[in-house]
């Protein structure tokens, strides 16, 4: 099992930044890939930002790549999304996700069997 918990969400104006974090703790080691997704009220909950635990190979949706930046730090088993030139339209809120078998498709949900419970991001215009 695997446990995940997010922070860092808030409340911005637009162009502003935020750091989210997400702390793994129990069977680590065994993680293929880590991942943030978000839904917004009514849309459906889509990928932002993937890693490959080993390798560090990212992946990005269009919407965020050039201003949102995924790292994970190994040693405290920690995952982060740095949120740069936040829009309103990434007003969401923000899971991360964790999975233990390795994905070509790492921004889709069905990916990943171990989620946090989430942390609101609004962004004001």
């Known amino acids: 099992q695997v446990q995940l918990v997010e922070s860092g969400g808030g409340s911005v104006q637009a162009g502003g930044s935020l750091r989210l974090s997400c702390a793994a703790s129990?069977?680590?080691?065994?993680?293929?890939?880590m991942s943030w997704f978000r839904q917004a009220p009514g849309n459906e909950r889509e990928g932002v930002a993937s890693i490959y635990t080993s390798g560090g190979g990212t992946r990005y949706a269009g919407s965020v790549k050039g201003r949102f930046t995924i790292s994970q730090d190994t040693a405290t088993n920690t995952m982060y999304l740095q949120m740069n030139t936040l829009k309103p339209d990434d007003t969401a809120m923000y899971y991360c996700?964790?999975?233990?078998?390795?994905?070509?498709?790492?921004?889709?949900?069905?990916?990943?069997?171990?989620w946090g419970q989430g942390t609101q991001v609004t962004v004001s215009s």
């Open positions: 996700a964790a999975a233990m078998s390795f994905s070509w498709y790492p921004l889709m949900p069905s990916a990943y069997k171990y």
């Open positions: 129990g069977y680590t080691s065994s993680l293929a890939s």
